[in-house]
């Protein structure tokens, strides 16, 4: 019996091609999950997957990880100085009414 052999692509990519296309193009993954009991709907679970690079995320409108805090030290520092504005105008207004 012949040795076994690894199957090859017949087209020449490799892997790091694939992965290159894939994230210069970006791939969207889009499911509902949904569960009904007796026409009353339980649960629903919508998910939603992008995988693009941070370029291609950016080119179509997708920059969250800029603004997240827990990500992003200058918008955590500017969610705190937020926080104290808000603050600060509720305590103003408080002592503008009495």
Known sequence: M???TPA???SGDSLADILERVLDKGVVIAG???????DIELLTIKLRLIVASI???KEIGIDW?????ALNRAS???AAENKALRQRLYRLEGERSD
């Open 65 to 69: 990880w800029e603004t997240d805090p």
């Open 8 to 10: 090859r692509s017949t």
């Open 2 to 4: 012949p040795p076994m």
């Open 32 to 38: 509902d999950i949904q569960i009904n009991l007796l």
């Open 76 to 78: 955590g520092a500017l």
């Open 55 to 57: 370029d291609k995320a």
